[in-house]
């Protein structure tokens, strides 16, 4: 019985010690791990209807097509190339909801859609009144191009 007693608690001891987290990668690895795990710098957008700055010469414009309030708000976005020429080159998605009630009434991911003047149109259901966020995504392809956020209150 002692035998069984002290084989049992050896295993335990070696199971614990090996789950334990090694320390041999040192303090430089872990700050490496969490930044890896650390989300990216939030892009906050400047106001509505102003110069909203992405890679590669582009830029954007956004506004609300009528003050938001309860019900469907409509997102208009424009995006021009350096010229200042518009351009309907990228996808754009985006994802609205409450910050302070995070995942309550999120909209997840959706499409903009394109319209036949080129505006990059998304309806953002507003359900209560409060401090919203729209987070937008810019594709180009396939490939992330740019982010942006911006807040707006109802």
Known sequence: MSILLSALLFTTTAFTASAQPSSHHGPAAAKAADAAAAPEPENILPGENKKCPMPEGYYFTYRFASRPKLGTAI????????????????????????????????????????????????????????????????????????????????
């Open 75 to 154: 997102v208009k976005i424009q995006v021009f190339d350096r010229a200042g020429r518009r351009t309907t080159g990228f996808s754009i998605k985006g994802n609205c909801g409450m910050p302070e009630m995070k995942g309550a009434h999120d909209s997840g991911e959706q499409d903009f859609k394109l319209s036949r003047k080129g505006d990059y149109l998304l309806p953002v259901d507003v359900v209560m009144p409060g401090e919203w966020k729209l987070n937008i995504t810019f594709l180009k392809g396939k490939k992330r191009f740019h982010h942006g956020a911006f807040m707006f209150k109802v």
